[in-house]
T-cell receptor
């Protein structure tokens, strides 16, 4: 059983398009995250939601909008895609308050903007 | 702010060699420390973790000890295998903020 799943795995699109990436976790966790990994493999937090409430919102362009319909899902919508948005986007989840809080990552969505 | 510094790669070793990947951190308070591994074309997998000073995390022959005095969490393995070839990320968790701060990653290449 996949703990944290993302769709799609690969996404190739043209500049200016709008696209969404979906994330689902079946771990029963309250907190979910989006991280971005650039071409040099550097990983950085973008957003974090706890029980559908936004708790971390890094300096990310407002073209990026996270949506959490319920605590098991955190989707990422990107408007007006730019070349620089090409990256791997990872979703993760964790359960705060359970001692050592470990984040579990999805397989990533590889976005290529042409 | 928090930061994690890892040794630059790639690190190239022969099979059965000893591995050390250095990691140092800067943080306020007492963060938890992690090593994640990313195999080619895959996502991040937790390798090991430690919550407080002198804790040793271990898994699959890898070990790392949380050294508060040197703010370090170096990854070691006594005998690497070709299957260990991957990118290794050191990370800290600011428990107040709950976001992981990652190092830049170190690519390990193990040759037969």
């Amino acid at each position: 059983d996949t703990a944290v799943s993302q769709t799609p795995k690969y996404l190739v699109t043209q500049m200016g398009n709008d696209k969404s990436i979906k994330c689902e976790q079946n771990l029963g966790h309250d907190t979910m995250y989006w991280y971005k990994q650039d071409s040099k493999k550097f990983l950085k937090i973008m957003f974090s939601y706890n029980n559908k409430e936004l708790i971390i919102n890094e300096t990310v362009p407002n073209r990026f909008s996270p949506k959490s319909p319920d605590k098991a899902h955190l989707n990422l919508h990107i408007n007006s895609l730019e070349l620089g948005d090409s990256a791997v986007y990872f979703c993760a989840s964790s359960q705060p308050g359970q001692g050592l809080e470990t984040q579990y990552f999805g397989p990533g969505t590889r976005l290529l903007v042409l | 702010g928090n930061s994690v510094t890892q040794m630059e790669g790639p690190v190239t070793l022969s099979e059965e060699a000893f591995l050390t990947i250095n990691c140092t951190y800067t943080a306020t308070g007492y963060p938890s420390l992690f090593w994640y591994v990313q195999y080619p074309g895959e996502g991040l997998q937790l390798l090991l973790k430690a919550t407080k000073a002198d804790d040793k995390g271990s898994n699959k022959g890898f070990e790392a000890t949380y050294r508060k005095e040197t703010t370090s969490f170096h990854l070691e393995k006594g005998s690497v295998q070709v299957s260990d070839s991957a990118v290794y990320f050191c990370a800290l968790l600011d428990t107040g903020r709950r976001a992981l701060t990652f190092g830049s990653g170190t690519r390990l290449q193990v040759q037969p």
